[in-house]
């Protein structure tokens, strides 16, 4: 390795690949860099042209527009929310215009995510990109979804091109300078600070490596994986983690596929002292920075029509992903004279439908959160590492990042056999060689000798590790760092008519690894788990491995026929809530850390004691989404109430508590004293976790604190910050008098006047401008903050950090949707903002306070009631015929 003053890479006016910018200096860079878009947008304000300048980008909804390309006219109805309902004559000419219609709502964000993907936010938004477009580049989505592309079938391939076609011609339309303003405001203000910018053509590449992206939002384990390495080397013991990791509960919260995955093996012992440097660097690598990231998850279900009023099925789906403005999907009617007829939610820059219906079956998704990375510490020694037998040269290459307003950036990303180094990436590890790791108190450490080392799961010997001058590096296996054949599924799954055929196309879904829900019109429902999912020689993914030791390689893929799969259950019902997938004796691991199943125990209660007083329909189904029950606190209230109090301000609020339902609406007062207890009762029980692995607010906490108040006397009890000795009782005294204190100076000293929703809020931020740091340009992008119910692993799951604060909101419902297979029109949906990308455009959020509220609006499929609710029709015509 070559030490960080001497890389070609460290750059003293740039931010290094791996290195934060320090905050005064991004503040700086932010300031100089929007403050000439402020000056302007406030002139414009002043002189009457704002109007002008931000609807310049809008849409053109009605009238005609010749399009390129096309065979046919195009048709597209747009409702009052501006939802696009497409109808064509073949499937060519659809997903051109399913391009079109999408680039005119949402071109902003689509070239947004594609400079992400392929590493290059740095040429669209300045310096502080460097770092992370570094990391990008170094797991090498975009090279990954080049070898994609030649892999999917000739007919994905030219539905791709139709897509990428009608983007293009949108383009062409609206100009691709950014200061010509013609496209959206965002282009308006990049133009004032990026004037050289200019947009590259829609490549159809950059349709499959969102696919990545969304992988790795949804990549499993990997956060525990560092987690518990990390605290076993920082002294924490191996019982004190397995506390904060407990086993699964299957006993009451039951696995999807109720059968009888694979006990978890012992978890390692040693080396992690010295692997922790390299562990550690990966925390601060960016998109997965650490912190709490259990609220990524999603809820679906469905009922069979033994159950429902109609007697057909009812299928139900919301997927919980990352807050944004624009929203992570896009609500679209896509209709042909061929196999397509299907309506749905798809991602801006993704032909076809992900999740929703065609005129034969439903379908839905939820994050199965398998376990397809593996973390290897790598024995490195200059430009070589040890296979387990041999050195080796490492895979090296080259990659320069362009920079808006700077040079460009050069740096080397280097791979072993297993993967790319994502330690290289972090600048205090570039220069590791030159220095041991330390131990917590700063003493150098002993590097490892050679011999055998105990294998890291069960303590035996292994192959053995040479000497050599730096400590270990981290690569990464990832099963979407392969290519895959995801789009072909999608595609099969639009047209699928029958449970066979959907199964046949959901075969092709390599990732992300999913939780898939079925319903058809003849009254069949099921579940498929589909997904790449690796066959380990040893370990069972939950620790780091050595990447020396050719036994911790993955032998396969657990075949599809083997994935858990479920057909017409005799209970009617099927729910995904990202709880385990199978029982403790399936035969393959899956993943050792499911999310603990109270999310899908919820439902499953919900549905029961809707059925006990009779069918269920589709408003019943909308209040099931809307839950907000916190399923963690019927154990820890009584608790709470059984603590001796003084008469005086904590018993007051305590009082709230007493005969609460544990429902998180936005005015509950019980809902924001519990929160802000429970928030104060993790940091003085967890006090002996690291700042940046505090404990959460997920149901893993749930679980843990649960079996920690059946021991009174557990050493966690005791808050070490004090210097004396505290008991559970002192614990949840001190949590509620601070809870207390802490309302009483935010709301005032009335519990009864307290609300949730008044600590509990959404701010929805734009891609690039909108997160600049400068409040009148993040004004014109972003929305909020509103008041929002609910909370982590409710039904509603509206996450918040326990860690940061109410308000620290990354995860939630990202959409709704019920589908109603008796009644063609009878299904509903609902967007976390709005259709429309264009800030102030009247679809911009014209959603968010249904959303907000529990509420949707009608998913119409006949066309003739398409028609009648038309608010705006377009047609597209051949070139020469408009």
Known sequence: MIPDETRPDARPDLPEPGRPVPRRRRRLWRVVRWAGAVVVVLALVASGLAVWSVRRGFPQYDGTLSLPGLTAPVKVFR???????????????????????????????????RHLTSGRLAELLGPPLVRTDAFLRTLGWRRTAEREWQRISPEARSYLRAYADGVNAWIAANGAAAASGAKSLEYTVLGLQNPGYTVEPWDPVDSLAWLKALAWELLGNMDAEIDRSLLLAQGLSRRQIEQLYPPYPYAKNRPIVDTPGTPSRPVPARVWREAAPALDALRSLPLRAGGDTAGIGSNSWVVSGALTASGKPLLANDPHLAASLPGTWYQIGLRCSCAYNVQGFTMPGLPGVVTGRNERIAWGLTNLPADVSDLYLEKVEGERYFDGKAWRALDSRQEVIKVAGGEPVTITVRATRHGPLLSDRRADMLGVAARPPLDPSGRPLPSLTPGPLPSLDTGEPGVPAPAAAEPYAVALRWTASEPGRTMDALFGINKAANWTEFRAAAALFDEPAQNLVYADVDGHIGYQAPGRIPVRGKGDGSWPVPGWDPAYDWTGFIPFAELPTLSDPPGGVIVTANQAVAGPSYQHVITTDWTYGYRGRRILDLIAERTARGKIGVADMRRMQSDNLNGGAAAVVPALLAVPLNDGATAKARNLLKGWDFQQSADSAAAAFYNATWRSLLARTFDELPQDRKAGNGDRWWEVVAGLLKSPESPWWDDRRTGKR????????????????????RLGPDPAAWRWGDLHTLTLRGYGPGQSGIAPVEWLFNRGPVPIAGGGDAVNSTSWSAAGGYDDVVFVPTMRMIVDLSDPDGSRWVLLAGTSGHAFHPHFDDQLELWRTGQDTPMRWRRKSIEAAAEHVLTFAPTGKG
Do not use: K, N, P
């Not at 505290?726 to 601070?738: G, N, T, V």
């Not at 809870?739 to 100076?745: F, I, P, R, S």
């Open 79 to 113: 409702d009052s929310y501006g939802v696009a309902q497409i109808y064509a004559d073949s499937a060519t000419d659809l997903f051109q215009a399913q391009g079109y219609v999408t680039a005119q709502d949402r071109f902003w964000e689509m070239d947004y995510r």
């Open 726 to 745: 505290e008991s559970m009782a002192d614990i949840l005294a001190a949590a509620m008098d601070e809870a207390t204190a802490e309302l009483t100076a």
